[in-house]
T-cell receptor, first 116, second 114 residues
Framework: AQSVTQLDSHVSVSEGTPVLLRCNYS??????LFWYVQHPNKGLQLLLK??????LVKGINGFEAEFKKSETSFHLTKPSAHMSDAAEYFC??????????????FGAGTRLAVHP | SQTIHQWPATLVQPVGSPLSLECTVE??????LYWYRQAAGRGLQLLFY??????ISSEVPQNLSASRPQDRQFILSSKKLLLSDSGFYLC?????????????FGEGSRLTVL
């Protein structure tokens, strides 16, 4: 069965320092993986996606993630945090063989705080 | 380009009153449509999904229902709201025609039941 674990519920960084949000997944097949960002009282916005092409995926706003099959990880990184990055981040896995409608499994979310 | 609209953005309703949240998608045909709920501290919960007009699947038994009267319209309803229905409701769509499976979300509807 598919599952996704976001290892930190809260991450706090200083502006200008690197960001690392960790995600591990469990999948019987080669999954598709996504990172979404949600600002307060807003919908979720797609940051980036991995779909079995390049293992290092670049997304919007300077974020990137690396798919590591041996570690079953898909960690999200950014070299330098900006105040506007403060939000909640969701790691998502998709298993095309999980049922009739290609179910997405959402992680519990990581709240990123950025301090001046 | 495709857009998704959700309304109302904010709603305060008394217990026992009815509910109707509406979602429409533009710029695509035959999308898969979804309703999710975010309750405080409980993550994202899939409520309903639809693969076509009149086709609704429920993920969680509850006080809510969904309908899809038109290809790009998805409605979430309740006849009598409960306190536990409070939360942030998100509509989403996905195209399986040449897409890579990601969901596109609306801006959400904040429901407070008093």
């Amino acid at each position: 069965a598919q599952s996704v674990t976001q290892l930190d519920s809260h991450v706090s960084v200083s502006e200008g320092t690197p960001v690392l949000l960790r995600c591990n997944y469990s999948s019987s097949y080669s999954p598709s993986l996504f990172w979404y960002v949600q600002h307060p009282n807003k919908g979720l916005q797609l940051l980036l996606k991995y779909t079995s092409a390049a293992t290092l995926v670049k997304g919007i706003n300077g974020f990137e993630a690396e798919f590591k099959k041996s570690e079953t990880s898909f960690h999200l990184t950014k070299p330098s945090a900006h105040m506007s990055d403060a939000a909640e981040y969701f790691c998502v896995v998709s298993d095309p063989f999980s049922g009739g409608y290609n179910k997405l499994i959402f992680g519990a979310g990581t709240r990123l705080a950025v301090h001046p | 380009s495709q857009t998704i609209h959700q309304w109302p953005a904010t709603l305060v309703q008394p217990v026992g009153s009815p509910l109707s949240l509406e979602c429409t998608v533009e710029g695509t045909s035959n999308p898969n449509l979804y309703w999710y709920r975010q309750a405080a501290g409980r993550g994202l919960q899939l409520l309903f999904y639809s693969v076509g007009i009149g086709q609704i699947s429920s993920e969680v038994p509850q006080n809510l229902s969904a309908s899809r009267p038109q290809d790009r319209q998805f409605i979430l309803s309740s006849k009598k709201l409960l306190l536990s229905d409070s939360g942030f409701y998100l509509c989403a769509w996905r195209s399986l025609a040449g897409g890579t499976g990601e969901l596109f979300f609306g801006e959400g509807s904040r429901l407070t039941v008093l």
